[in-house]
């Protein structure tokens, strides 16, 4: 096994066995079903802004992990012990982006389907949401750990993410909700920002994770 995948891997094992998946699907569906309580049993709004609002959450569920994501193997030396395997810290920021994608995503697309249901969402456009966030929820995955990257050791870690993740999450939120009136160009719009986050992230956080060392 290769270290990209045996840390990709390790992140996936963790992610589940910890239970870190547990809050933020929690979380997500907890917005999907306090909203149609704020918004009336209006079935056409909730159908018509439901798409929205599952991206916002969504958003906002991809910050709860962020702390676990690079702070705890800094702390115990874990990224240490791969700088002295040789293994770049840009791999190690690439493959943790991975595992957690490979842990987040799924449960968040499974998770939609009972979201949209309590939104009143018709089959196409649930089809529609799970398109754009197959597409996007890579990007959050690499802005997550490069946001955990930055933040790691820093005291009121948590707090900072927000302020750090969330402006730069704006663009998938707002061409992911964008795609599901059906517009093809903010689909393309959604897939091109997010396939920069993935290639520009792991060298962000490979940065960091080198200032954190020194």
Avoid at 20 to 31: H, I, K, S, T
Avoid at 56 to 61: E, N, P, R
Wanted: a positive charge; one cysteine or more.
């Amino acid at each position: 096994m290769t270290g990209f995948t045996a840390i990709a891997w390790r992140e996936l094992r963790r992610a589940w066995s910890s239970g870190g998946l547990v809050f933020p699907v929690a979380f997500f569906l907890l917005v999907a079903i306090l909203f149609p309580f704020a918004i009336g049993p209006d079935g056409k709004l909730l159908a018509r802004v439901g798409g929205g609002v599952i991206w916002a959450a969504a958003v906002l569920a991809a910050l709860l992990p962020v702390e676990r994501l690079v702070a705890p193997d800094q702390e115990t030396g874990v990224l240490d012990q791969y700088a002295v395997r040789g293994i770049p810290d840009t791999m190690v920021a690439a493959a943790k982006m991975a595992g957690h994608w490979l842990g987040f995503a799924p449960p968040l697309l499974a998770a939609t389907v009972i979201a949209a249901a309590l939104l009143n969402l018709s089959g196409e456009q649930l089809g529609q949401v799970l398109v754009a966030l197959a597409i996007g929820t890579p990007g959050l995955a690499a802005l997550g750990v490069a946001t955990a990257a930055l933040v790691a050791g820093l005291r009121g870690a948590g707090a900072l993410a927000g302020l750090v993740m969330l402006p730069f999450a704006v663009p998938l939120l707002i061409f992911g909700a964008g795609s599901l009136d059906g517009q093809a160009s903010a689909l393309k719009l959604l897939g091109a920002v997010s396939l920069l986050l993935v290639a520009g992230c792991p060298f962000v956080a490979g940065a960091a994770i080198r200032m954190g060392r020194s």
